[in-house]
């Protein structure tokens, strides 16, 4: 994301509790992961029927903790820690799935490594909060 | 929804582990609930910036929690746990912020009852959820 | 919806160039074809690869069209009817490939018919607006 | 997106009318240019209340569009125009209404720059298809 939309994030969150001494270098990793998973997700949704409901639903959940990191005047500490939670779960479900045809399916590789990239990267924001509140 | 598509989604539970046991009438009133919330949190979105941020991403994660409930051949218990608990903080998130000025706002009354009814009815579930497994 | 809600609504547009005039119920109407189409999509989009990305697509498409009707504040006459047109368009596509396996699959019958009241619903919204400008 | 993902959609699309020619460089542009635009409103959608539902609207439509592209399976070419005018026509309508606070609003400023490069990465998708059909 451009510099003057981070900008403008940071100066909102310098007024929520627990939020002023946020990392933005590890928020903006963490949205950039959930918008590749997306994305990643979205395109194994149309090869095989065995992922494609796991991975639809990741993608839906990737995009809404997106933007709910993007809106965060409307996010306390504890509807973030939930909303990460759940991103991590449901990155975990996909990736379990493609991960039974990762073998014979090049698509379902990537969207797992994509699921296992997001995970990782909703952790890092949810030890960064866990240690700020 | 219709009842034809209700009979294809419980058939298709039947083999899902830990899902066989599920009271359809308790998810369908849970999927009502959450598509109720997403349209009073779009409309309340639009009348005045101190809740919209809230209401906007208690759009997103009632419809993502529709969704997933629709397609439950890509979820686990776990997975479902984990959404219902997010879906829960972000309509009580949602549902404190409209209670401020829902004393002078006839529609952020409306989204905090929209948002209570969907904290309820997902609860409903994770219990349902919590005695099967 | 609620009432409050499409008062709420029915009061923004008011304001609005070549909306004043619009009939609520015609409105009403069509919000919840999208959101009945959406989920018929949502739960058709699980059953089988052929029409699976149609569907997934006419849903996201349904999702969006209805929240547009319900924040008309971002709207003008002229995106509504594009708007309406896109959507139109993926429910004619999403309707016609359901109908290829209608006769085998009462999901994707039931889809087809989500579909077309969908379609209905935006030709008689364009059908109004093209009246008021 | 990787050039895995890339590959994939561009093989599925070798089969389906109109599709076969399509230069995938133009298609992942616009992919691109829809994201960047989904993310650049969102944030906008939480600045000030006269550009917030335009902004709103804007972020799904390009969301939409997006995944349309990344399941391309799912459309035809005359579902394409449709949402590419539709996708064309919110990006038009939101980039009109953050330009009248540019002047005092880096952030509706860059949002409109985002909202026209949006503009333009679809039409020169359109025009693609209009050369193939």
Chains 1, 2, 3, 4 share one sequence.
Not at 86 to 99: R, Y
Not at 112 to 117: E, F, G, N
Request: aromatic content about 0%; hydrophobic content about 45%; glycine content about 2%.
């Amino acid at each position: 994301m451009d510099s003057t939309m981070m900008e403008a994030m940071s100066k909102d969150m310098m007024s929520m509790p627990g939020m002023a001494t946020m990392d933005m270098s590890v928020l903006q990793a963490c949205m950039d992961a959930c918008s590749a998973c997306e994305q990643a997700c979205t395109v194994c949704s149309t090869q095989m029927m065995s992922c494609a409901p796991a991975c639809m639903n990741c993608a839906d959940m990737c995009n809404t903790m997106m933007r709910a990191m993007m809106r965060m005047q409307g996010m306390t500490p504890a509807s973030m820690m939930a909303m990460l939670d759940a991103c991590i779960a449901m990155c975990q479900t996909c990736m379990d799935e493609c991960m039974e045809h990762a073998d014979h399916s090049e698509v379902c590789k990537m969207c797992a490594q994509s699921c296992k990239a997001c995970m990782d990267a909703c952790m890092a924001v949810r030890d960064m909060i866990m240690k700020a509140t």
